[in-house]
C-alpha cells in the first residue's frame, strides 16, 4: 500500500446495551416509542442480515459519540430477542460482503473526511485504502439506497 502504511481494520457492530434497552423498555436513547415486526433486515448486534421475515425492533440510533453537525441519528434493525453479538471483529460480516455499500470516512473532529461507494466485495479493500489516511478516525458502512448505518470499521 501507498506508503507502506497497512491498517489492520476491526469491524464494530452497535453495542449489545444500546439494544437490550429497545428490547427493556421498547424505546430509544431519543425517547421514541418502540414496536416489535416482522421485517427482513440487518440486526446491527449480531451482523446477520434476515433471510425471512424475523421479529426486529426499529430504533434510531447515533453512531457518531460528537455531538456536532456530522453526528446524524438514523433507524437501524435490531433483533427483538437477544441475538449473539458480533465477534468476529477482524473479519468482515459476510451477510455484507455481496452488497453495494457506502464507506464514510470521519475525523478526529467528527467531520467527514472523505466517503465512496464499494462495489460487492471491494468493501475490505476500499477500506483499508480510507483508513491509510491518518486524519480518518473511523468508518461507517452504511446501505447504498436507504444510507441507514450498518457498522464500524476502525483501526
Do not use: W
Amino acid at each position: 500500500m501507498p506508503g507502506g502504511y497497512h491498517a489492520v481494520m476491526k469491524y464494530i457492530p452497535v453495542p449489545e446495551s444500546v439494544a437490550k434497552e429497545a428490547r427493556e423498555t421498547l424505546r430509544d436513547r431519543f425517547g421514541h416509542d418502540l414496536a416489535i415486526a416482522k421485517e427482513l433486515a440487518p440486526c446491527r448486534v449480531c451482523l446477520r442480515i434476515s433471510k425471512e421475515p424475523e421479529d426486529l425492533i426499529l430504533l434510531s440510533y447515533q453512531p457518531l459519540a460528537d455531538t456536532g453537525p456530522y453526528a446524524e441519528v438514523g433507524p437501524i434493525f435490531v433483533h427483538a430477542a437477544p441475538c449473539e453479538p458480533y465477534s468476529s471483529a477482524d473479519v468482515f460480516p459476510e451477510d455484507f460482503a455481496t452488497r453495494r455499500l457506502i464507506l464514510r470516512a470521519y475525523g478526529h473532529d467528527g467531520r467527514i473526511v472523505d466517503a465512496l461507494v464499494a462495489e460487492p466485495g471491494t468493501a475490505p479493500q476500499r477500506a483499508a485504502q480510507l483508513l491509510e489516511n491518518p486524519a480518518v478516525a473511523e468508518l461507517h458502512v452504511r446501505h447504498v439506497s436507504y444510507t441507514c448505518f450498518d457498522f464500524k470499521i476502525v483501526r
